[in-house]
């Protein structure tokens, strides 16, 4: 079975620092899409970035950038310049293919402070 | 388009009755999933529709919770009888088909309704 796990309950950083929240999976496929999701006090999902498990270039959103390590089955954050909005709970997830079952996995989201 | 819309936003319901979640999807989507948050578990996934068929539902957690998709614009998620130990948040998603890339890859979420049971 798929698993997604989110090591850091919680995390904190200074305004304008760079911060890195982890995420690693199990699975046995060799294609998926992983994906950063934030959320704020508002409960909304938002999602963040998105990577295809078959592009080795990591993928990069503005101050939002991730470290794909395909063969560790790592899928790490990275928030640089973070800022006061930036805080909230984010959850990494992992999406199978249509044609081995098309579902999301979930972890159990690291909550990230922002400190003035 | 409106996004997922849920409803109620918020339903505090005594142990015992009934409680009734329901989920309108992003038109032109054929995956619904039902998702229940919790501090201790994250989000869990309950069950999953792809074209209004219940394709996985082995994230129910017992009898008491169904889920139905009477057609490919409305959803329902019930709880009978209620328990304390079901207050949580529960969310509807859903996504379309991948094709090509990276679109149409992410889910789309409700705001989700949070249940209270007492």
């Known amino acids: 079975a798929q698993t997604v796990t989110q090591s850091q309950p919680e995390m904190s950083v200074q305004e304008a620092e760079t911060v890195t929240l982890s995420c690693t999976y199990d699975?046995?496929?060799?294609?998926?899409?992983l994906f950063w999701y934030k959320q704020p006090p508002s409960r909304q999902m938002i999602l963040v970035i998105r990577?295809?498990?078959?592009?080795?270039q990591n993928a990069t959103e503005n101050r939002f950038s991730v470290n794909f390590q395909k063969a560790a089955k790592s899928f790490s954050l990275k928030i640089s310049d973070s800022q006061l909005g930036d805080a909230a709970m984010y959850f990494c997830a992992y999406r199978t293919l249509p044609n081995t079952g098309n579902q999301f996995y979930f972890g159990t989201g690291t909550s990230l402070t922002v400190i003035p | 388009d409106a996004g997922v819309i849920q409803s109620p936003r918020h339903e505090v319901t005594e142990m015992g009755q009934e409680v009734t979640l329901r989920c309108k999807p992003i038109?032109?989507?054929?995956?619904l999933f039902w998702y229940r948050q919790t501090m201790m578990r994250g989000l869990e996934l309950l069950i999953y529709?792809?074209?209004?068929?219940?394709?996985?539902d082995s994230g129910m957690p017992e009898d008491r919770f169904s889920a139905k998709m009477p057609n490919a614009s409305f959803s329902t998620l019930k709880i009978q009888p209620s328990e304390p130990r079901d207050s949580a948040v529960y969310f509807c998603a859903s996504s379309s088909r991948p094709s090509g890339g990276l679109r149409n890859t992410e889910a789309f979420f409700g705001q989700g309704t949070r249940l209270t049971v007492v």
């Open positions: 038109s032109g989507h054929d995956y």
């Open positions: 990577q295809e498990a078959y592009k080795q």
């Open positions: 699975t046995s496929e060799s294609d998926y899409y």
């Open positions: 529709f792809n074209n209004n068929v219940p394709i996985d």
